[in-house]
């Protein structure tokens, strides 16, 4: 997904090793140490979202259900990647499709999986929760269902600077993100006050998701760039032309506090959102009603 290699050991050695060698002060050659890996840092940093994933207390699953927990979560972000490229081909292709193996931080009770854009991680995360209902009402791998029984997820969207180091990412989004998930205890879907502004600049409020078409799309040049090219792609969330009933039926934003990160105060959302989403036929009900996140607005405060 990223544009930048990111930054290697090697490239730090080098710098380090390049400046040792010349003869300066000690101290400017500290001082230019400093400058040149500030340098390096901020050609390989750029804004990503973060969708944060957490199972909630984990540690009071039995062993069994720890151990297998893990493998269901792979499970799900496998789908669910494979539902987004055949059912959302107008955002998502096999090339900018989220890669596990380079996209996914894995935490053992969840991760965080980056995205370029807030919007690819809500769609994600719309799939992603429709998968877990399916999974959860024993519908698919009931055998492992037995085992952890239904699962309750908690979320949280954040947007900020990350960059590469070797194969992993790290940089204040997934800072932050893990720091206001940690702050939630109500299995809800939290945001930060930076993916917020992304909504209000490009799609007028993300409540203004529930009435948006692929038509207002291609007429804004921010959310045109979110296309993919191609006559025949399609979208299961958002329909060609405006309609009176969409996918996704009802979304409702609250601020409930603010998280204080290194003495700034980053304001939270809480986001509730409701769709119907009829693309994977249960064995009883071919009909599903997602629900992402609750309308509990109690307060997390200043932490």
């Not at 979202?49 to 893990?70: F, N, W």
């Not at 499709?97 to 995205?115: E, N």
Request: aromatic letters at 8%.
């Amino acid at each position: 997904m990223s544009k930048s290699n990111g930054v290697t050991k090697s490239q730090i050695d080098e710098i380090i090793e390049k400046l040792r060698s010349e003869k300066l002060p000690a101290d400017n050659k500290l001082d230019l140490i400093s400058e040149r890996l500030t340098k390096l840092f901020i050609e390989n940093i750029s804004e990503r979202t973060v969708l944060g994933i957490d199972v909630y207390r984990y540690s009071k699953y039995g062993r069994l259900a720890q151990a297998i927990i893990p493998h269901v979560m792979h499970s799900v972000l496998k789908l669910t990647v494979e539902n987004l490229i055949e059912h959302e081909g107008v955002f998502f292709s096999k090339e900018n499709a989220p890669k596990l193996d380079k996209d996914y931080i894995d935490t053992g009770d969840g991760g965080y999986l980056i995205f370029e854009k807030p919007l690819q991680a809500l769609l994600f995360l719309i799939y992603f929760q429709a998968n877990l209902l399916v999974y959860n009402t024993s519908n698919v791998w009931p055998e492992l269902t037995y085992v952890t029984m239904a699962l309750s997820v908690r979320y949280c969207l954040t947007l900020h600077g990350l960059y590469r180091y070797e194969s992993n990412w790290y940089g204040p989004a997934i800072i932050n993100n893990a720091r206001i998930l940690a702050s939630d205890k109500l299995n809800r879907l939290l945001i930060d006050s930076n993916v917020k502004d992304w909504f209000d600049l490009n799609t007028n409020g993300i409540e203004t998701l529930s009435v948006l078409s692929l038509e207002d799309f291609e007429q804004s040049e921010d959310l045109k760039n979110l296309l993919l090219a191609g006559q025949d792609k399609k979208s299961l969330v958002f329909p060609q032309k405006s309609s009176p009933i969409n996918t996704i039926r009802n979304v409702n934003q609250s601020q409930i506090g603010q998280v204080s990160i290194k003495d700034d105060l980053l304001a939270v959302y809480n986001l509730h959102i409701q769709c119907y989403l009829n693309y994977a036929k249960s064995p009883e009900i071919g009909k599903n009603v997602i629900t992402i996140g609750n309308l509990n607005t109690q307060g997390i405060g200043v932490i």
